[in-house]
């Protein structure tokens, strides 16, 4: 499999969040939006690469760039290319705002995350936007990590929901994290838990429970979730039998969630498809080891 890295720029005004409209390329990224950026070249440092990118196809000068995030991502619809993105928080010099576009875009936007709609971005733009919205502060050992709300709509009859969960020692210090959508595949909700120290399949079921708890308040009668994890996924569908004690007290909890619904189903995705809710789980993690207040 190729292996690429890209540099990405998140440059923000007033919470809006800059984004560029493709006006060539594959069908799967023409039209549209994305974030300013581009491949690294050979021998090319990432925050000239930024630079250059943003000046080329934006017309902008960069005044800092500070580093926000990294993460991999496979581009199935790309030759299977598993891109590196380097994502940088970016402030704009001097006429900031004076936009010129070069040939590779055909629109410019300005959108806080909660207008952005999921069928204008291109996929590694919903992952990046994804991770940056998560906005992760330490919590103590079995409390809610609430992310908040992407949407004004907090109570969808039917819900998407990717969770995830885990363990850093297997046994060792574990996170759960779920993101929930609604049928449109926005984010209408995220959130986790620091849970001490436990397995790999502990944290992936307190994340299922997790996001029942969080759709059953909103008051979804429909669930659909989304896990990386085909044991769980054919554990939850009774396909297995669950024969680790310290899971059946989970399942219990769950299995009572799962009546108070009119619908709750499970289905295996690749990992690269659960990239929000892993994402969540690390930056929890991340957040109890530094013992910060706040990852971003």
Do not use: C
């Not at 560029?20 to 581009?38: H, T, W």
């Not at 196809?57 to 993105?85: K, W």
């Amino acid at each position: 499999m190729k292996q690429l890295i890209s540099v990405r720029a998140l440059i923000r005004n007033d919470n809006k969040t800059l984004l560029l409209r493709r006006a060539n390329g594959r069908e799967s990224i023409l039209g549209r939006y994305e974030l300013p950026g581009g491949k690294l070249g050979y021998g090319e440092q990432p925050e000239d690469a930024l630079a250059r990118y943003i000046k080329d196809d934006a017309g902008l000068n960069i005044q800092t760039a500070q580093l926000f995030d990294v993460i991999t991502y496979i581009d199935h619809d790309d030759r299977d290319i598993q891109y590196t993105f380097i994502l940088y928080l970016v402030s704009l010099g001097e006429g900031g705002n004076k936009i010129s576009l070069s040939v590779n875009y055909d629109h410019y936007i300005w959108k806080t995350l909660a207008d952005v709609q999921q069928s204008e971005l291109t996929e590694s733009a919903k992952l990046l936007l994804g991770i940056s919205s998560q906005d992760i502060k330490s919590a103590p050992k079995g409390e809610l990590i609430d992310a908040g709300n992407s949407l004004s709509e907090t109570n969808p009859d039917h819900v998407i929901v990717y969770s995830d969960g885990g363990s850093r020692g297997n046994p060792g210090p574990s996170a759960s994290g779920f993101v929930i959508m609604n049928a449109g595949e926005e984010v209408v909700h995220q959130g986790g838990m620091y849970l001490g120290v436990t397995t790999n399949n502990q944290a992936e079921y307190h994340g299922v429970r997790l996001g029942l708890e969080k759709a059953l308040e909103m008051g979804a009668k429909t669930v659909d979730f989304k896990m990386d994890s085909l044991l769980v996924v054919n554990q939850l569908n009774g396909i297995y039998k669950i024969k680790n004690r310290d899971l059946w007290p989970i399942s219990e909890r769950i299995k009572d969630l799962e009546r108070q619904f009119d619908k709750v189903t499970f289905t295996h995705v690749r990992r690269e498809f659960n990239q929000l809710a892993d994402g969540m789980v690390n930056k929890i993690l991340d957040a109890h080891a530094n013992g910060s207040t706040n990852t971003v």
